[in-house]
């Protein structure tokens, strides 16, 4: 079994990595680090949660401290590109681990914070720089950074980087680069644009895929729940009733969205955050800090944060909406079963998602399973929901599922109950005869606001 001491690591590098508890490298390491210190371009495709920050990182400090020297004022020496703040800051983390020992300068450029500390510490000059790309564009641009002695350059997250529109700014900032430098490119997906960029930048470079693209981590177990949308959020309720979900994140489409999912949680008393592109720099770490220490139980995302929450423990993933974008499915619960651990994956559909899970199953090529509410079994037959089995008896008493609709999606019923006082149908126990359209005017009336 190859050991991390077999790669030729200086004996620095190996000391913190031992303190870290990291013995055995993993697949994309144990290929990605002997290259790279080599001196070659690299091209890397893997899933998130495969240890790719150690695969480019430890590579980077070993070549600083071959070649021991103070960075010049306005300068680093090492630049990585991130999609999102939170990444940037776990990067750069990463880094001072791996190099405790021998300390190396480690910055980080990102947006939504205050320009002054950043302007002194680029002044300093830096081994290694972490930063979204919007941000050190400007800095480039003042003239308060100059990448003319950088060495060595990593584009982490490249296709996120690509879904947020960062391919332009990528380029303005490869051109102001040496010609004569080392090159990684890491991204879990590879479209066209991507591969086209790498063509671009990268000189005979090492190719490393460690799962095919677009796979799903084979530790996640992975289910999916056929609910209606209004009985979404008594189900999530539900489901973080079982004790055994410590540690949750939950994604949905909207900013908005995960702000009154979190307000619900910690209504229904369920300690809960949101974390999402509206929130202050400030306020998304903080989030972060007490959802990694266990002050809260549950962080809720949107994408923006798919790829930028790097937390030991997340024991489920609860996707509250499918993502418009079926790629954004394996990043999202890639944020469970790292780092060797197991983990499970857990998506409500509505009627109006079952397109996006159909674009999930082709992209991931396996067929998810599926249940209602109740448990009951779902198969699909040319794309439709077979009929569920009747209802049997009622069981104790608690929460009734909505009885299924003859197409297989959820009846329309808000909540699935009809209202007190009425038969099946609305009409009223007392044999009065109901006025027109007085179940549908019931049903409008009684609809949960927001």
């Given amino acids: 079994m190859t050991t991390f001491s077999d790669l030729g690591l200086n004996e620095i590098l190996l000391r913190a990595l031992a303190r870290e508890g990291y013995n055995t490298p993993t697949p994309v390491q144990a290929q990605a ?22 695969a480019f990182a430890l590579p980077i400090l070993h070549r600083l401290l071959a070649e021991r020297r103070r960075p ?3 300068t680093a020496r090492a630049l990585v590109l991130a999609p999102t703040r ?3 800051t776990q990067i750069a983390d990463s880094f001072r681990a791996y190099g405790q020992f021998f300390r190396p300068s480690v910055g980080v450029i990102v947006g939504g914070v205050s320009h002054r500390p950043q302007i002194d510490m680029l002044a300093r000059g830096l081994d290694v720089l972490v930063a979204t790309p919007g941000r050190l564009l400007d800095h480039i641009g003042s003239g308060r950074l100059k990448l003319a002695a950088t060495e060595a350059l990593v584009l982490d997250e490249a296709d996120h980087m690509l879904d947020l529109g960062f391919i332009v700014p990528i380029r303005q900032i490869v051109a102001k680069l040496p010609k004569q430098r080392q090159t990684l490119l890491f991204s879990a997906t590879m479209p066209r644009e991507i591969a086209a960029l790498a ?3 990268l000189r005979d470079p090492a190719k490393v895929s460690v799962t095919p693209a677009a796979t799903t981590a084979e530790r996640v177990a992975q289910h999916v729940y056929l609910v209606a949308s209004s009985a979404k959020r008594d189900l999530l309720l539900e489901l973080l009733g079982d004790r055994e979900i410590a540690r949750a994140i939950v994604f949905t489409r909207t900013k908005r969205g995960a702000d009154r999912v979190a307000q619900h949680l910690e209504s ?8 999402h592109g509206n929130k202050s720099q400030s306020q998304r770490l903080r989030a972060l800090d007490a959802f990694r220490n266990g002050r809260t139980r549950v962080l809720v995302a949107t994408d923006i944060a798919a790829r930028g929450i790097d937390v030991d423990g997340v024991t489920h993933v609860v996707n509250y909406e499918l993502p418009e974008v079926a790629e954004a499915y394996v990043h999202r619960i890639g944020r469970t079963a790292r780092a060797g651990a197991t983990g499970r994956a857990i998506s409500l559909c509505d009627n109006g998602e079952r397109p996006l899970l159909r674009a999930i199953e082709k992209l991931t090529r396996q067929t998810l399973d599926c249940t209602d509410r109740r448990g009951a079994d779902v198969r699909e037959d040319d794309g439709e929901p077979a009929r569920r089995a009747p209802r049997g008896p009622r069981g104790p008493k608690g929460p009734q599922s909505p009885a299924p609709h003859r197409n297989g999606a959820q009846h329309p019923r808000r909540d699935g109950q009809r209202p007190a006082g009425t038969r099946p149908g609305g009409a009223p126990v007392n044999g009065r005869k109901r006025r027109p359209n007085g179940g549908a005017r019931h049903a409008q009336a009684s609809r949960p606001q927001g």
């Fill in 199 to 201: 063509d671009d930048m």
């Fill in 86 to 88: 939170e990444l940037a």
């Fill in 33 to 54: 680090i002997p290259a790279l210190m080599q001196g070659r371009d690299l091209l890397g495709v893997a899933q998130t949660g495969t240890g790719k920050t150690a």
């Fill in 268 to 275: 229904a008393g369920v300690g809960a955050d949101a974390i």
């Fill in 72 to 74: 010049a004022p306005h």
